[in-house]
């Protein structure tokens, strides 16, 4: 009896753990549309581990973060959040198949202030002008 027991509990602790994934990526995509966004892409998870020595002990912990691709005036721009925290910034620009990252991680910006982000003459990451397309929605 225990040995059916045992497959089904860890059946259900690994749906738990895909669902409560999920539900955050879905949770990010909805607030991303409520900053205005319509056309954000499929979220994805990156995990990063990280250990710290404290005293005789090593403590491990892992963070993951999420990303979301939203299109803006032509510019693939990728948003990000620490999976469970509230806020995101713009962490990255995509262009020619290259990510590089967006100088100063502005954060929590709606549409309406990253069209004035992209409009203004604030440092931008290379490929900034190849993409850029004023007058696209």
């Known amino acids: 009896m225990k040995r059916r027991i045992v497959p089904a509990l ?6 738990a753990a895909l669902t409560a994934c999920g539900n955050n990526e879905d949770k990010f995509v ?19 581990k990280k250990s710290k020595k404290i005293g005789k ?21 990728e948003f990000a959040k620490v999976s ?3 806020g995101y910034w713009l962490d990255e620009l995509h262009v020619d198949g290259q990510e590089p990252e967006w100088p100063g991680y502005p954060e929590n910006l709606n549409r309406d202030q990253v069209v004035k982000l992209l ?7 290379d490929g900034f002008k190849g993409c850029y397309k004023p007058n696209e929605a």
Do not use: W, Y
């Open 10 to 15: 860890l059946a259900l602790g690994c749906v």
């Open 57 to 77: 002990r090593t403590v491990k912990s892992s963070e993951k973060t999420i990303e979301v691709v939203v299109r803006v005036k032509g510019c693939d721009l």
């Open 30 to 48: 909805s607030e991303l549309k409520a900053a205005g966004f319509s056309n954000p892409g499929e979220p994805s998870t990156e995990k990063e």
């Open 84 to 86: 469970g925290q509230s």
């Open 119 to 125: 409009a203004d003459n604030s440092t931008k990451p």
